[in-house]
């Protein structure tokens, strides 16, 4: 990533498109590389009970530096520069800080002491949650449905984002006031990410949000579709706005029961993002062969239907897994379990820094 960024410099001096093009590419291999393993280790490392929380809450930083950039850049990096020389000069500039600040980050992530999760841990630890045999990979219907989810889900947000000013312009919105529009919207779907992660600490369930979530991206994707002016802009800012939780939660409740083939299973959810290059064409095609943006819009609300499979599932055939995970005491600090053995008591424990041990007690002093 760091080598992608500060390919824009020369290719900035040359006024390259190709180049540009290029470095994009390589910007883009680091942050797919840097997303399979931050989403897996956000979701595994740490109680399984508290996994939509955190990958939520770390979507939500994510989320306040997809609302603040736009607005950095448009405000004070290009402000009366664009398409001149000196814009072209502060791109260079930018992702140069950019290069710099993740060239940093480097040593860190080196020297931090970050456990390697093993496929055989995984296991063990779903052996502790379930007390099941997960199965072989090819039956492992609720990790596929995910990804089916996720597909559909993450090309729809992609696809409404993309589309938002054409759609706002098309109201009757100026290119200025559909902008700061699309900016309310990136703001309310960041704000909902940690109201979400809020309502899964006091005892909502993920499946619950998730299929709600969803449910109300459909709906007002249909209001934005058959309304016209403020009223069809507003309707897409609220499908903005519960968009917020989707994809962190998906991936988190596809992994559950995994075991050892979690690592595997997160690869394909984070692959699944390739929605993003798949329906935005589509929506595209459609809003220049119809020359209306409102009637394109139908294509992302049609993908809400297709991902709310997932929802559905999890709320019928797969809920008692799921709801096993929320409430496991596995890697919980100073929690224990005791599980009678054939021949004694094994007794599982949970010491002070979350690290899990059994030991076998056996029966003596029968009467």
């Given at each position: 990533m760091t080598i992608g960024c500060l390919l824009f410099?020369?290719?900035g001096v040359k006024a390259s498109f190709g180049g540009f093009c290029g470095s994009m590419f390589v910007v883009g291999a680091g942050l797919s590389t840097l997303e399979t393993g931050a989403d897996n280790f956000l979701a595994i490392c740490g109680p399984p009970r508290y996994s939509e929380?955190?990958?939520?809450l770390a979507q939500g930083i994510q989320g306040v530096g997809t609302f603040v950039a736009p607005l950095l850049a448009s405000r004070v990096f290009f402000a009366n520069?664009?398409?001149t020389q000196q814009g072209l000069k502060n791109v260079q500039w930018v992702y140069l800080g950019v290069a710099c600040f993740v060239a940093l980050?480097?040593?860190l992530f080196y020297i931090a002491p970050m456990p390697?999760?093993?496929d055989a841990d995984m296991g063990l630890q779903e052996r502790d949650i379930s007390e099941t045999d997960v199965g072989p990979f090819r039956k492992q219907y609720n990790l596929f449905l995910g990804v089916w989810s996720e597909f559909c889900y993450t090309g729809a947000q992609v696809a409404v984002a993309n589309y938002f000013i054409n759609f706002a312009e098309e109201a009757g919105y100026s290119a200025a006031k559909s902008s700061d529009l699309l900016a309310v919207g990136q703001g309310l779907y960041t704000f909902m990410r940690f109201v979400s992660s809020g309502l899964i600490t006091v005892g909502v369930k993920p499946r619950y949000i998730l299929a709600t979530y969803l449910g109300l991206c459909f709906i007002f994707g249909v209001a934005a579709t058959t309304t016209s002016g403020p009223t069809s802009v507003a309707m897409l800012i609220l499908v903005l706005c519960f968009e917020s939780a989707c994809f962190a939660t998906i991936f988190t409740l596809a992994l559950r029961g995994l075991g050892q083939h979690t690592k595997r299973g997160g690869s394909m959810l984070v692959a699944a993002i390739s929605g993003g290059?798949?329906?935005p064409p589509m929506t595209g095609a459609v809003a220049t062969h119809t020359g209306n943006f409102h009637k394109a819009m139908a294509i992302p609300t049609a993908f809400y239907v297709l991902a709310w499979?997932?929802?559905i599932y999890a709320n019928t055939v797969s809920r008692k897994l799921l709801d096993g995970h929320r409430t496991t005491d596995v890697n919980v600090s100073g929690e224990k379990k005791v599980v009678?053995?054939?021949d004694g008591v094994e007794v599982e424990l949970q010491t002070e820094d979350g690290k899990g041990g059994t030991e076998r007690v056996e029966n003596v002093g029968a009467a």
């Open positions: 410099w020369p290719s929380i955190r990958l939520n520069t664009v398409d980050l480097v040593p390697e999760v093993t290059a798949a329906i499979i997932f929802p009678d053995g054939h």
